[in-house]
């Protein structure tokens, strides 16, 4: 490297921030994972405790010392600069140019659009800013808001990964989709 630390970049739109996240999101980010009408579709565990947010943020804001990247962002509402959700590449590959996203919202702000609007901002930092040809959302299947908003972001359904994963003790099915570039950039050119 160049000898400066990589930086996770900060992602705009009209209502959001999407920034790094800060040891003082605590207690925005406890108040979204405490909820478990937030996590109980998603592969993170309910917190228990404060500690379980500050732990992991501690874990968030250390992995962004990796000198390679780590993309999870903080959504933060413009006006009141309140932490509301996170934005994330779940895994990703430079070599083949794509990424899975992921992401979460508080419940307070469900059916207002932040999680498209959000994720817009992500996809056209993979296409536009990073090269990729593709993005990946994966959701279980019984997440109706998610399969939802993957749909809105103009992603194909490409398939279920059956039982693919556990969630509190229950296999669940995945919904897989994807959207590629060269549909992207035509969605785009017919804006």
Request: charged share 25%.
């Amino acid at each position: 490297m160049s000898g400066k630390a990589w930086e996770l970049p900060v992602l705009g739109t009209q209502r959001l921030v999407l920034r790094a996240f800060r040891p003082d999101d605590v207690l925005d980010f406890y108040e979204i994972g405490c909820d478990t009408h937030v996590t109980r579709h998603i592969t993170l565990d309910t917190f228990k405790s404060l500690e379980d947010a500050g732990d992991f943020v501690t874990k968030v804001t250390t992995n962004y010392q990796d000198e390679k990247g780590y993309y999870f962002w903080a959504i933060e509402e413009r006006s009141s600069n309140k932490l509301i959700g996170t934005a994330s590449f779940v895994q990703w590959s430079f070599r083949h140019r794509w990424a899975e996203l992921g992401f979460m919202v508080n419940k307070n702000y469900w059916n207002r659009g932040i999680t498209t609007e959000a994720m817009n901002s992500v996809i056209r930092y993979c296409f536009d800013d990073l090269g990729f040809n593709k993005v990946i959302g994966r959701a279980f299947q019984r997440n109706e808001a998610s399969n939802h908003v993957l749909q809105k972001l103009g992603m194909t359904f490409e398939g279920i990964q059956r039982q693919h994963m556990i969630k509190d003790g229950e296999f669940v099915d995945l919904n897989c989709y994807s959207l590629l570039y060269e549909t992207y950039q035509k969605e785009q050119s017919e804006k």
